[in-house]
């Protein structure tokens, strides 16, 4: 093969990357803002607990991140406490050598949830896709939660999370939640949760 043409083949490359790089970053720009009673009717499982594992990988090709997370609640009372629940999101963690010399970049979106060993979370999980079976949270990014210090937060801040909301039966602690700005106190959070949930009332 000429320099010509191995030049032609990598700037084509590079265009699709780049092409793919920004069609991703539009995608998140234009994530649709929900508030937590849509996010909760939107949930097929509402996981309170902790990531126990995250790895990635190929299934027929496609790249995954598997994250598995020890159950300590379901909002929406469908899985036990103390199991697992384990799902695979597309994308890897991170740039992969293909071991031939090439890379493959098909890393986890812009916009999707980040996951971490160790990190406690709620995780609003939509339902997996029909022909995949992958799954992430919904509302994607918005969905995912970090519990920390007694406080939980969603990626942006929780901006928009409590808007529009229907406060006529809610506790004046519940109230409370819905006019404060960022990480919210947990145990209030979950309460309001599975009440959205219709588990708890």
Request: charge should be neutral; aromatic fraction near 8%.
């Amino acid at each position: 093969m000429s320099a010509k043409s191995m030049l032609k083949k990598a700037s084509i490359a590079l265009t699709v990357a780049a092409g793919l790089s920004l069609a991703t970053s539009a995608n998140a720009m234009k994530l649709k803002k929900q508030n937590l009673e849509q996010l909760t009717a939107a949930s097929q499982n509402i996981i309170a607990g902790e990531v126990i594992k995250v790895t990635d990988g190929f299934d027929n090709k496609r790249p995954y991140t598997e994250i598995t997370i020890k159950v300590d609640s379901d909002a929406k009372g469908k899985l036990q406490e103390d199991s697992t629940y384990t799902f695979r999101q597309f994308g890897l963690l991170k740039p992969r050598s293909m071991g031939n010399g090439k890379v493959y970049l098909g890393v986890t979106p812009e916009g999707f949830a980040k996951w971490n060993e160790g990190e406690s979370v709620v995780a609003f999980m939509y339902k997996p896709a029909s022909i995949t079976g992958f799954q992430t949270t919904a509302g994607m990014a918005q969905g995912k939660f970090v519990i920390s210090n007694g406080k939980v937060v969603n990626q942006f801040a929780n901006n928009g999370l409590f808007e529009d909301m229907d406060t006529s039966n809610l506790t004046d602690e519940e109230r409370n939640l819905l006019t404060t700005s960022g990480a919210v106190d947990v145990d209030v959070f979950l309460n309001l949760v599975g009440k959205l949930a219709g588990v708890q009332q």
